[in-house]
């Protein structure tokens, strides 16, 4: 399980900066693209997306004194035994051969956490750039590990099958960290989860019939809260994709290879049966409502 501190040959781009008067991109290119082309390169185009001069001018505009504080991050921990341990708390729930590597890489505008393919097998990225501390570093490894496993059964397409796989990312991260609060896994603040919780059942009911779309832009709204922040809460979508996968591993444990489909199947099946139980009784008012 390769750890690759790419962050290591940025701080010598920036240190070479300062020596004197270049250009920024070629020095950039010497001390860190050229020796990371295959990560980076996969970087820019599957997580950025934008045209290579977007990458140049960013470049060529950074101000070195703003990443003092990362030189601060790095020295809080030892990366490559925090992810050997992670990684290896992982292998035991869901076993991944080969192990994805991991580059920690300082990027612009990238996720802290991300999976992406490097010459065709699935590692981890955890940006460095925004990192203010090293805390949610093991749940981030923990989160894109279940990517990784999850994609390399297969692509996710559909709104249904990318909130199932980002359950199962947030599930791994809680059995693999227990002692975390739940909040940490589903990376967003105590007060966010709170309000999930008590609309959860208003969000399934806007959500269940959009499950089949593979419009990208509405899967960001919906899954991070994206655009239209007034109607899908931040990180909205996260959040219903892990109570789906949590009530379908309490009857299936170990299921993390499932289909998406299958999880699916299950969450209409048991909206079913309560619906059915509201004709008699009073249903949990965190369920998902009859539609």
């Known amino acids: ?32 693209l050229e020796p990371h082309r295959a990560a980076l390169e996969a970087w820019w185009e599957q997580c950025i997306g934008r045209p290579r001069v977007v990458w140049q001018d960013r470049v060529r505009s950074l101000r070195p004194q703003d990443y003092g504080l990362l030189y601060d991050v790095v020295r809080e921990g030892d990366l490559r035994e925090i992810a050997r341990q992670v990684t290896a708390r992982c292998q035991e729930i869901i076993p991944l051969c080969p192990e994805p590597d991991i580059y920690c890489l300082v990027g ?61 990312a947030v599930e791994l991260s809680a059995r693999v960290l227990p002692e975390r609060p739940t909040h940490d896994h589903l990376l967003m603040r105590p007060g966010q989860l709170a309000a999930l919780r008590q609309y959860q059942a208003q969000l399934w009911q806007a959500v269940e019939p959009l499950l089949g779309s593979q419009d990208e832009a509405l899967a960001g709204r919906i899954i991070y809260g994206r655009g239209e922040r007034q109607r899908w809460p931040s990180r909205a979508g996260v959040y219903l994709g892990w109570r789906l996968v949590q009530e379908f591993l ?40 009859c539609s």
Not at 4 to 26: K, S
Request: include cysteine.
């Open 250 to 289: 309490q009857a299936r444990p170990g299921g993390f290879a499932a289909p998406a489909a299958l999880v699916l199947a299950a969450a209409a099946m048991r909206a079913r049966s309560r619906c059915a139980a509201e004709l008699t009784s009073e249903t949990d008012p965190g369920a998902p409502p």
């Open 108 to 168: 612009f505008f990238s996720p802290e956490g991300f999976a992406f393919e490097v010459e065709g097998q699935w590692a981890i990225g955890i940006g460095m750039e925004r990192l203010g501390n090293l805390r949610l570093v093991p749940v981030l490894l923990a989160h894109e590990y279940g990517h990784c496993y999850r994609r390399s059964l297969g692509k996710s397409r559909t709104l249904g099958e990318r909130l199932v796989d980002e359950g199962f």
């Open 1 to 32: 399980m390769p750890v690759h501190l790419l962050y290591e040959d940025f701080f010598r781009f920036l240190e070479a900066l300062a020596v004197g008067p270049a250009d920024p991109w070629e020095v950039y290119q010497r001390c860190y």
